[in-house]
Nanobody, 128 residues
Framework: QVKLVESGGGSVQAGGSLRLSCAGS????????MAWFRQAPGKEREGVAV???????TYGDSVKGRSTISRDNAANTLYLQMNNLKPEDTAMYYC??????????????????????WGQGTQVTVSS
């Protein structure tokens, strides 16, 4: 079982950048499919980016071209680099992990139930 702790959120102006981190403990993150989701007040949780245990990635349309998901297995940490931030990126950002191999890849970005380990979240606020 993996424990996930996010950090790196904050308040930035539109056009700025942030790098979110998700530190894993208790189990190597390299063996998990991992993802970033976000949730704004009054909205459903939205998939931002997913990285498979062997490296494939996929991104939500709202962040494609502006964000990069990566992991450092030696540091047991997942990252999300976000550039050219927009006010609509304002949300709580959550890290998620899952090891169930039978979960369809194309559901990972759209279905939060495709992940069974979650962090507590880190807030990102983008002002115009």
């Amino acid at each position: 079982q993996v424990k996930l702790v996010e950090s790196g959120g904050g308040s930035v102006q539109a056009g700025g950048s942030l790098r979110l981190s998700c530190a894993g403990s208790g189990s190597p993150v390299s063996s998990y499919t991992m993802a970033w989701f976000r949730q704004a007040p009054g909205k459903e949780r939205e998939g931002v980016a997913v990285i498979g245990s062997v490296g494939p990635t996929t991104y939500g349309d709202s962040v494609k071209g502006r964000s990069t998901i990566s992991r450092d297995n030696a540091a047991n940490t997942l990252y999300l680099q976000m550039n050219n931030l927009k006010p609509e990126d304002t949300a709580m950002y959550y890290c998620a992990a899952d090891r169930r191999t039978w979960i369809r890849w194309d559901s990972r970005l759209t279905d939060p139930s495709a992940f069974n380990y979650w962090g507590q979240g880190t807030q990102v606020t983008v002002s115009s």
